[in-house]
Antibody, heavy 122, light 109 residues
Framework: QVTLDESGPALVKPTETLTLTCTFS??????????VAWIRQPPGKALEWLAR???????FYSPSLKTRLTLSRDTSKNQVVLTMTDMNPVDTATYYC??????????????WGRGTLVTVSS | EIMLIQSPATLSLSPGERATLSCRAV??????LAWYQQKPGQSPRLLIY???NRATGIPARFSGSGSGTDFTLTINNLEPEDSAVYYC???????????FGQGTKLEIK
């Protein structure tokens, strides 16, 4: 069974750096074709893709956010870490860790983690 | 980035009716389009991928169609549990960039 679980602070201050960890099970990020991504959703709004890391350690970022985002991984712990710098109240959102379904060539996301709500406020 | 436009924004129907949700891409995405269902307080769930393939465990009441720029999600014989927001999503070929539509809220009364 594939599961993903997000963890990190619930509250960050403006200008701070957010660090979120995704801990997953049921698959390995060293297996060819495996990809893990981050997606966020502001309260009451639509979904927004942030970044993706692949089995070969390739990384891809949203063009609008790439200067603020960094992905890393710890394959021994089955973890992916997302950092986002210079947080702003508009970054308040639920952040989801997802697997890009390998049977779909990494085009779509399944399954999703439960998400973690991050509020940016002083 | 390829923008996706969903319509209508809200749809109110009764149990047993059929729902038709639309997703339009500003540029052709071939058949590389997915649909997700998000119920209140839950994470999204993949329903349809590659425009018309049902994901594992998705009932046959859900079907997808379309290619190029115009796509449709059809839900037959609506049930109260189908109340949710539905999103379409595509991936640009290279570099990979993923975009979502703004969602359609389906209410079953």
């Amino acid at each position: 069974q594939v599961t993903l679980d997000e963890s990190g602070p619930a509250l960050v201050k403006p200008t701070e750096t957010l660090t979120l960890t995704c801990t997953f099970s049921g698959f390995s990020l060293t297996t060819a074709g495996v990809r893990v991504a981050w997606i966020r959703q502001p309260p009451g709004k639509a979904l927004e893709w942030l970044a993706r890391i692949d089995w070969d350690d390739d990384k891809f970022y949203s063009p609008s956010l790439k200067t603020r985002l960094t992905l890393s991984r710890d394959t021994s712990k089955n973890q992916v870490v997302l950092t986002m710098t210079d947080m702003n109240p508009v970054d308040t959102a639920t952040y989801y860790c997802v697997r890009a379904a390998p049977t779909t060539g990494g085009n779509y996301f399944d399954p999703w983690g439960r998400g973690t709500l991050v509020t940016v406020s002083s | 980035e390829i923008m996706l436009i969903q319509s209508p924004a809200t749809l109110s129907l009764s149990p047993g009716e059929r729902a038709t949700l639309s997703c339009r891409a500003v540029l052709s995405v071939s058949n590389s389009l997915a649909w997700y269902q998000q119920k209140p307080g839950q994470s999204p769930r993949l329903l349809i991928y590659d425009a018309s393939n049902r994901a594992t465990g998705i009932p046959a009441r859900f079907s997808g169609s379309g290619s190029g720029t115009d796509f449709t999600l059809t839900i037959n014989n609506l049930e109260p549990e189908d109340s949710a927001v539905y999103y379409c999503q595509q991936r640009s070929r290279w570099p990979p960039v993923y975009t979502f539509g703004q969602g359609t809220k389906l209410e079953i009364k």
